[in-house]
T-cell receptor, first 115, second 109 residues
C-alpha cells in the first residue's frame, strides 16, 4: 500500500513569489493534516481536513496560507506571497479516523526555502 | 493538549534494549499515549500507541504505569537505524498531534 506522498520534495523561491505544495494521503483516509517545522522550532500543527471540509484550521499562521482539498482526495497548501519566515519543512499526514486511538501517517515532507 | 516531559537525549549500544521514559502527570482519562519517531531528513513515523494496557507491536513495546502518569517506550534490541528523535504525545479528542522536543536517541555500534 502506498504511503503519504508529497510534492515537491524541495522548493526554493524568492520572497514575494507563490508556491503550492501537494499532498496525496493514503487511499481511504478521510483525515488529512498539515504540519510544519520552521528552523530550530518544534513541529507545529497547521490544519486538519475531514474529506473536503476544514475541521480545524487554528494553526494556520496567517491569510497568506491557503489549503484546499477538492473532492476529498489530495490536498494543496499555497503560500502567497511567500516570506522569509515561511522557510521550513512542511509535512502532511493522514489517518483513518481523527479520534485519539488512531495513528497518523506522515509523508516525507517538502522543504521550502524562501530567499 | 496535556503536556509530556521527556529527557533531551539518551544513548544506547547496538543490540541492547532501550527504555525511553515519558512523564505525563496531567493526562486525562480519554487521552491516548502515542509515540512517533523522526529519522534524519524524514517525516515523523508512527511507532505505537496505547490507552491503559501495555502494548506490543513489531517495532516496540509500550509500558504504561498503572496511574497513567508515565509511560516507557521499549526498543528490545536497538539497531543503528533506530537512531532518531522519539516523541511521546498525548492524543485526546482533538485531532492534532502536539510535538515537543522529544528525546534524541543515539545508538552506538
Amino acid at each position: 500500500e502506498a504511503g503519504v506522498t508529497q510534492f515537491p520534495s524541495h522548493s526554493v523561491i524568492e520572497k514575494g513569489q507563490t508556491v503550492t505544495l501537494r499532498c496525496d494521503p493514503i487511499s481511504g483516509h478521510d483525515n488529512l493534516y498539515w504540519y510544519r517545522r520552521v528552523m530550530g522550532k518544534e513541529i507545529k500543527f497547521l490544519l486538519h481536513f475531514v474529506k473536503e471540509s476544514k475541521q480545524d484550521e487554528s494553526g494556520m499562521p496567517n491569510n497568506r496560507f491557503l489549503a484546499e482539498r477538492t473532492g476529498g482526495t489530495y490536498s494543496t497548501l499555497k503560500v502567497q506571497p511567500a516570506e522569509l519566515e515561511d522557510s521550513g519543512v512542511y509535512f502532511c499526514a493522514s489517518s483513518l479516523r481523527s479520534t485519539g486511538g488512531y495513528e497518523q501517517y506522515f509523508g516525507p515532507g517538502t522543504r521550502l526555502t524562501v530567499t | 493538549d496535556a503536556k509530556t516531559t521527556q529527557p533531551n537525549s539518551m544513548e544506547s549500544n547496538e543490540e541492547e534494549p532501550v527504555h525511553l521514559p515519558c512523564n505525563h502527570s496531567t493526562i486525562s482519562g480519554t487521552d491516548y499515549i502515542h509515540w512517533y519517531r523522526q529519522l534524519p531528513s524524514q517525516g515523523p513515523e508512527y511507532v505505537i500507541h496505547g490507552l491503559t494496557s501495555n502494548v506490543n507491536n513489531r517495532m516496540a513495546s509500550l509500558a504504561i504505569a498503572e496511574d497513567r502518569k508515565s509511560s516507557t517506550l521499549i526498543l528490545h534490541r536497538a539497531t543503528l537505524r533506530d537512531a532518531a528523535v522519539y516523541y511521546c504525545i498525548l492524543r485526546g479528542r482533538g485531532s492534532r498531534l502536539t510535538f515537543g522536543e522529544g528525546t534524541q536517541l543515539t545508538v552506538n555500534p
